[in-house]
């Protein structure tokens, strides 16, 4: 049965204020969320969302205003009492433990059980029904988390928030690691909840098309204040975008004029992928872009892995600017004029603890050193040159790169590899949880980096990104190319069809 939304709102947050020392991060925020609806909370890198959040969870407490649920005065809830008052979240980074079963992750802190014996039955009984509840009745309660797939793991944490009698749901960048068909089950799961359970939903994301998809009223935050809130219908894609950002992004995905190709830059011949029995050819050319497009393991990323030099391959060779990688490895691809940004840039990119400075420099301290001795002005130096072709914003050279948002994060490792003068740069999902503005920045820099007749090799789970800015697009499918589109015949439509074929060996 339907549910409609109630005239009194479920959560209220009023004159909400939050600082870190002398920063202050929520400035007179105020928020309604109302039973059955879906409250979109959109704004860039470093608006306040995350604060947000953390304040409605009682992660941390808010320096003034008021919290009431169902009308009543929470205080300042620890994460367990906001949990009893049945706020529930799920994150981007998922909390389950992978080498528990499903259904012990699942009733975690609440395992049925008598004089510290758990009720095996009772378990797989309650297991088995908060799994149903998402649609996943196939799954056995049994299994180790680490054997699902991610899409699967992100529907049972689901399953555990609802479980603990959730009212209150907030989602954080949950599509971030899906594929397109997996967002979809997520968000028509979602859907459910809301409109058969009265669900009261908080929906964060970067993607514009899920908030129309989704969201019944949106609320923009920008630099810590509120800008709006207002149904979604009153917002057009560019209003919604101006909003967040303050400003007019003319184009997301900007107009190359006058595009030229030179020589190739990337050859890739007859590279199998272990265990592969398909050969992948492609070529890239000197100011071109090359997309890599495919479902979720299609093999994108251990392609660009492998041409780096990162994976082992059964067979294969690899040219760059007409030279052979031989030793075949990731400090012989460098010094070729390789760079790879990898696709998690949390686990694979920064060094957290580092400075903006020594990020940049590290992939080539040569650069920046005499006689073994690194210089800390050639390193300044050298960064000083490159920031303004990234639009880098930062304070300090000596600040950490965690410090930064996402977007200049990614900026700061092309940096990195532009210090090493790569001729060829290979992008795994380049802006993986990068807000819209960081984005059109992002998206730019790619065009202006092809101009200088860098080839560029970039994978996205993202279609429309894909199409908004490549030049040609390969797809693959169980490691092996199906395909071929130049752009001008590439749709979304075309590339699925091709995502779901069988491989064919191409030549190069």
């Known amino acids: 049965m339907a549910v409609s939304p109630s005239s009194q709102p479920l959560v209220q947050l009023t004159h909400v204020t939050k600082s870190f020392g002398p920063v202050q991060v929520l400035k007179d925020v105020s928020l309604e969320l109302n039973r ?21 969870t009682g992660a941390i407490p808010r320096d003034a205003g008021e919290y009431r649920i169902d009308g009543q005065d929470v205080g300042s809830p620890s994460p367990a009492q906001a949990r009893e008052l049945g706020v529930g979240v799920v994150y981007q980074e998922l909390s389950l433990l992978r080498e528990v079963s499903v259904e012990e992750n699942l009733l975690m802190g609440r395992l049925p059980a008598r004089r510290a014996v758990v009720n095996k039955r009772e378990l797989r009984a309650r297991a088995t029904s908060m799994l149903e509840r998402v649609g996943l009745s196939r799954v056995d309660p ?22 603990a009698n959730a009212r209150i749901v907030i989602f954080d960048e949950p599509t971030t690691s899906l594929s397109e068909e997996n967002a979809q089950r997520l968000l028509q799961l979602i859907n459910r909840l809301k409109k058969e359970e009265g ?24 630099d810590g204040q509120l800008i709006t809130t207002a149904p979604a219908n009153q917002f057009t894609h ?10 007019q992004i003319e184009a997301l995905y900007p107009e190359r004029q006058h595009k030229q190709f030179g020589k190739t830059v990337l050859s890739v011949q007859g ?33 660009v892995r492998a041409i780096f030099g990162a994976d082992r391959v059964d067979a294969g060779k690899v040219y ?34 580092l400075s903006i400075r020594e990020n940049v420099t590290i992939a080539d301290l040569s650069e920046v050193s005499r006689l073994d001795v690194i210089s800390q002005k050639q390193e300044v130096s050298l960064v000083r040159q490159l920031v303004p072709r990234l639009r880098l914003k930062y304070q300090s050279t000596e600040q950490p790169i965690s410090s930064l948002s996402g977007g200049n994060q990614q900026k700061v490792l092309l940096s990195r590899w532009l210090a090493t003068k790569a001729k060829v740069l290979l992008l795994d999902e380049p802006t993986k949880g990068v807000d819209v503005g960081a984005k059109a920045d992002i998206y730019t820099i790619i065009g202006d980096l092809a101009a200088h007749e860098l080839g560029i090799v970039v994978v996205s789970s993202y279609l429309p990104e894909l199409l908004g800015i490549c030049d040609r697009v390969v797809v693959l499918h169980d490691f092996g190319v199906t395909g071929e589109l130049p752009i001008e015949d590439a749709t979304e439509e075309e590339v699925l069809r091709l995502a779901s074929s069988t491989p064919v060996s191409m030549n190069a």
Not at 38 to 54: F, P, R
Request: aromatic fraction near 2%; hydrophobic fraction near 45%.
């Open 36 to 56: 059955g609806e879906v409250l979109c909370l959109a704004g860039e890198n470093g608006a306040g969302k995350s604060t947000l959040i953390k304040i409605l």
């Open 142 to 163: 049994g299994m180790l988390v680490s054997d699902l797939p991610v899409a699967t793991r992100q529907m049972v944490e689901i399953a555990k928030v609802l479980g």
């Open 199 to 222: 669900v009261a939903v908080l929906y964060v994301t970067h993607r514009l098309e899920e908030i129309f998809e989704i969201g019944d009223r949106i609320t923009v935050l920008r």
């Open 238 to 247: 560019d209003s919604l975008i101006r909003s967040m950002v303050g400003r």
């Open 271 to 303: 590279l199998r992928l272990q265990g592969s029995p398909y050969s992948i050819n492609l070529e890239v050319r000197a100011g071109e872009i090359l997309g890599l497009g495919g479902l979720v393991g299609a093999g994108r990323t251990e392609t």
């Open 320 to 353: 760059v600017d007409g030279t052979l990688l031989h030793p075949w490895s990731p400090g012989q691809a460098v010094k070729a004029g390789l760079g790879l940004l990898t696709e998690d840039r949390k686990e694979l990119g920064i060094l957290a603890d």
